[in-house]
């Protein structure tokens, strides 16, 4: 009996070691399994990720080429930074350079203002601060010490204030019109210059900004529409917050002829404010000489005035323009095509303002 429980526990002992070795077998081989079955995910991952990135890839690239088919489509012009191509627009100032040869609508108007006041002043002391909105060019004309004793000796004593500056300012415009009637004549050779310039091959847009204010500036455009001159777009100083020489009203007029970049734009000018205009704006500058306030001529009188008056005159417009930075300082508009040639062949070569 006691042999017959021996040989059955040895028999048990023997089937618990054999199912002992067969679980931890299937253990051993259920893990192989699923390390097979994580290395096989991992790799199909990787395949999936990688074909998803290509996808990817294809997709930006079509969309790139389509968009640049688009872009061709709507004939965008697109440009190097090094290499900018042509003059694209010219933008003109008006007193001196398009209309009133040698800015004399301002200027009588400010020697009436101040003969009003029972103050005389010269033309020459009338045009110094020229460029300036009216009140800074009020208060800069009263800042001369020859015009201060005038004041005094006028006004018993008293020196000029800002109820004094206010009164002339409100004067200035009403007056200025009047004046204008007059001085509103567009300049010898504008409508041809311009007209020239807006055709091959030069192909350029035209602009304009101005000192005045709004409705000054419609004056100009009624009469200057009769007289061949029709800007694609014009700014007065009413429409930004300060005036030459800031650049403002010259960024708002390129905006508005749609054009860049801004080397591709030339300033022109007869007054050392409207060229720091445009050299800070960042454009080329051209200074007008010969109808300039410097010269303070008009038409009729460059005609009769003797060669060494207009010699002495012309050398210091020459000399004004030229100390404000100007690009180029040429006698009258009829020189401009020639100035826009070179500015071209310099833009060609990568050259900048």
Not at 11 to 39: C, F, G, P
Not at 188 to 204: C, F, H, I, M, S
Not at 331 to 337: A, E, K
């Amino acid at each position: 009996m006691s042999d017959d429980l021996n040989l059955d526990n040895e028999e048990y002992s023997r089937d618990v070691d054999t199912q002992s070795s067969y679980h931890s077998n299937s253990i051993t081989k259920a893990s192989i399994t699923n390390d097979n079955l994580d290395l096989r995910f991992r790799r199909s991952l990787t395949v999936i990720i990688s074909l998803l990135l290509i996808l990817a890839i294809i997709s930006l690239t079509f969309l790139a080429l389509k968009r640049k088919r688009f872009v061709k489509d709507q004939n965008v012009e697109f440009v190097s930074f090094e290499k900018r191509g042509r003059v694209k627009a010219v933008i003109f100032d008006w007193g001196g350079t398009v209309v009133d040869c040698g800015v004399c609508a301002p200027i009588l108007t400010y020697v009436e203002l101040f003969r009003d006041e029972g103050v005389e002043i010269t033309e020459d002391e009338a045009r110094a601060p020229m460029g300036s909105k009216s009140r800074v060019h009020i208060g800069k004309i009263l800042e001369k010490e020859a015009v201060i004793k005038r004041w005094r000796e006028a006004k018993g004593g008293q020196n000029p204030t800002e109820a004094d500056v206010d009164r002339m300012v409100a004067k200035f415009i009403p007056q200025v019109l009047s004046s204008l009637q007059k001085y509103s004549n567009v300049i010898d050779g504008v409508a041809e210059t311009v007209a020239t310039l807006r055709k091959n091959p030069y192909n350029l847009r035209i602009g304009s900004t101005t000192g005045y204010p709004e409705h000054v500036l419609k004056v100009l455009l009624n009469a200057s529409s009769t007289q061949g001159f029709t800007p694609d777009a014009s700014v007065c100083l009413s429409e930004v917050p300060e005036a030459k020489p800031s650049p403002f009203m010259l960024w708002v007029c390129a905006t508005r002829l749609a054009v860049y970049p801004i080397e591709a734009i030339v300033k022109v000018d007869d007054s050392v404010n409207g060229i720091h205009e445009g050299t800070l704006a960042g454009c080329w500058t051209v200074g007008i000489a010969k109808t300039s306030s410097y010269v303070g001529l008009t038409e009729q009188q460059l005609e009769e005035v003797d060669n060494a008056e207009l010699t002495r005159r012309m050398n210091r417009a020459y000399k004004h323009l030229i100390s404000s930075g100007a690009h180029y300082v040429i006698d009258t508009i009829r020189d401009l095509p020639l100035v826009i040639n070179d500015i071209n062949r310099r833009l060609i070569s990568g050259e900048k303002p």
